[in-house]
């Protein structure tokens, strides 16, 4: 089976970045060629990298390798440089709207090449090699935050939920947050991960996801990669499973684990549409473990790295939702299946009547009363006495 790697990316003089076409995905695994700044903007607004931190990555090392091989800078000066440096970012931002990685990406690199700039000695070159520099450092601290908020998720579960530390947990999760959405190993699937590095994952179940299917497509392909004993399921079974296994001490799921796009001050969070219907499930068993004295109850967790905390925006109504195209509803691509064997041609088929109207956020908010905790790198942020978030707190600067 092919190494889960989303990102490749050669430093030097030569610079290159390959990315992994996830609309291939899981029947082929080919990788794209992402020359330039232009590219990479393409690349994550036809969805073929995703997930929050994999978009950040992609966009910034992106522009790093249109600037390895962009000749003129060496002539150019520093505020020049800085200045094309800036736009580029600017325009990359554009690229898909909700996730704030990016743009928490765009602000720091670009305060990195102002403060570069304006140094006495500065020159067109001295702020590219900053740049390029910030931006290759992303893809190495993004595997290591990643593990962090495994461990820290996997702990806290096994701490709040005493029958998963006994038993192994049964974890629900959504979308795709694994090695495809980010440089390595993953948020909510990296908490899938590291119990199962632990021997302390009993069943981990993937939603289809639907439009986009990132759960069946993305996150089955992991799961199987890496042998974890997993189920797929369609959106739509999610209540049923939960309601199924309450009363079975065995089954019954111990935590719903999903990534995030941006998570607000108050600790509102906007994910792949499809996490806020998975609460009422969650409330469901929230209320039988209110009565039967804490036997029952799963945990709602958020992982994500800090750049998905974005403390500029005071709640959930403040976060644009993109939406998609109509098509993305109705079409389904996909190899011919003929019971046996994939063949190679893709087709496309239409699953509803041409002329319907279609309507197609790819996000949802999960209000913060309904999280339990938000895991990240540093911990896992918990409510104080009044049910808030203390996230300005944990991370203000
Ligand atoms: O539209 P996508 O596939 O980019 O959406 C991805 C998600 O919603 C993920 O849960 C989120 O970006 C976190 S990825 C670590």
């Known amino acids: 089976m092919n190494v889960l790697q989303a990102i490749r990316y ?61 000749d003129n800078i060496k002539s150019a ?66 595997v290591k935050d990643n593990e962090a908020i495994g461990r820290n998720g996997a702990e806290w579960i096994l701490k709040h939920v005493s029958r998963a530390n006994k038993r192994g947990a049964n974890v629900i999760t959504h979308c ?16 899938i991960r590291a119990l199962q590095a632990s021997n302390k994952l009993s ?62 001050a108050n600790g509102d969070t906007a994910n792949k549409i499809g996490t806020y219907s998975l609460v009422p499930i969650y409330t469901y068993a929230n209320l039988y473990r209110a009565v039967l004295a804490k036997r029952h109850g799963a945990k709602f967790l958020v992982a994500a790295p800090r750049t998905s905390i974005d403390l500029t925006r005071a709640s959930g109504k403040d976060i644009t939702i993109e939406h998609r195209a109509p098509d993305e509803v109705i079409l389904v691509k996909g190899p011919v299946f003929d019971g046996t064997n994939v063949q190679d041609e893709a087709v496309t088929v239409s699953t509803a009547p041409r002329g319907i109207n279609v309507w197609n956020p790819a996000f949802d908010v999960t209000p913060a009363e ?28």
């Open 10 to 70: 050669t430093p030097g003089d030569s610079a290159s970045l390959q990315i992994l076409d996830q609309l291939q995905l899981p029947h082929r695994s080919e990788y794209e060629d992402i020359p330039s700044a232009t590219e990479g903007w393409a690349a994550i607004k036809e969805m073929k990298t995703r997930g929050a931190p994999a978009i950040a990555i992609v966009a910034a090392l992106s522009l790093a390798v249109e600037l390895a091989h962009n």
């Open 77 to 142: 000066d520093a505020s020049k440089t800085k200045e094309h440096i800036q736009a580029r970012l600017k325009y990359l931002v554009t690229s898909r709207p909700t996730a704030v990685n990016l743009e928490d990406a765009a602000r720091k690199l670009s305060a990195l090449v102002e403060a570069e700039a304006t140094k006495e000695n500065a020159t067109g070159l001295s702020v590219r090699q900053t740049y390029i520099k910030a931006s290759e450092q992303m893809l190495v601290d993004d």
């Open 176 to 191: 795709n947050t694994g090695s495809l959405a980010t440089a390595g190993y993953g948020t909510a699937l990296g908490v």
């Open 203 to 264: 069943h981990a179940y993937c939603t289809e996801t639907r439009p986009y299917n990132q759960g069946s497509r993305l996150t089955a392909y992991e799961l199987a990669h890496d042998k974890i004993p997993s189920t797929l399921i369609t959106d739509s079974m999610a209540a049923a499973l939960m309601n199924l296994n309450l009363n079975d001490e065995d089954k019954a799921i111990d935590a719903i684990v999903v990534g995030a796009d941006r998570v607000t």
């Open 370 to 397: 309904l999280i339990d905790g938000i895991v990240t790198e540093a911990g896992v942020v918990e409510k104080d006495e009044s049910g808030n978030f203390p996230l300005s707190t944990f991370f203000g600067n």
